[in-house]
């Protein structure tokens, strides 16, 4: 069946860094775009980034010049790199593989970032 499981979260101070990974499973990889989600408490769940099997990417304003989002077909996970946090990143960050050429999403079950002193 398909796996997508989250790890890396945590709590970390504000302007810290924290990396989050993705591991996929049961999907073939290349044919999903892959991305990050978030939803913070009493929020709609919001895109973080994405990256197509080709390695292009987009990025909510929020996050540009902060994050970075990468991916290793080979190994079929993702990556999110995120520096200078702030108290607002905090969430739960999801990673969603969306098939490129249906409607077939498939989500992970979340992992909580929290952005605190």
């Known amino acids: 069946q398909v796996q997508l499981v989250e790890s890396g979260g945590g709590l970390v101070q504000p302007g810290g860094s924290l990396r989050l990974s993705c591991a996929a499973s049961g999907i073939i990889f290349s044919a999903y775009t892959m991305g990050w989600y978030r939803q913070a408490p009493g929020k709609q769940r919001e895109l973080v980034a994405t990256?197509?099997?080709?390695?292009?990417?987009n990025y909510a304003d929020s996050v540009k010049g902060r994050f970075t989002i990468s991916r290793d077909n080979a190994k079929n996970t993702m990556t999110l790199q995120m520096n200078s946090l702030k108290p607002e990143d905090t969430a739960v960050y999801y990673c969603?593989?969306?098939?490129?050429?249906?409607?077939?999403?498939?989500w992970g079950q979340g992992t909580q970032v929290t952005v605190s002193s």
């Open positions: 990256i197509t099997s080709s390695g292009s990417t």
């Open positions: 969603n593989a969306d098939h490129i050429l249906s409607d077939t999403r498939h």
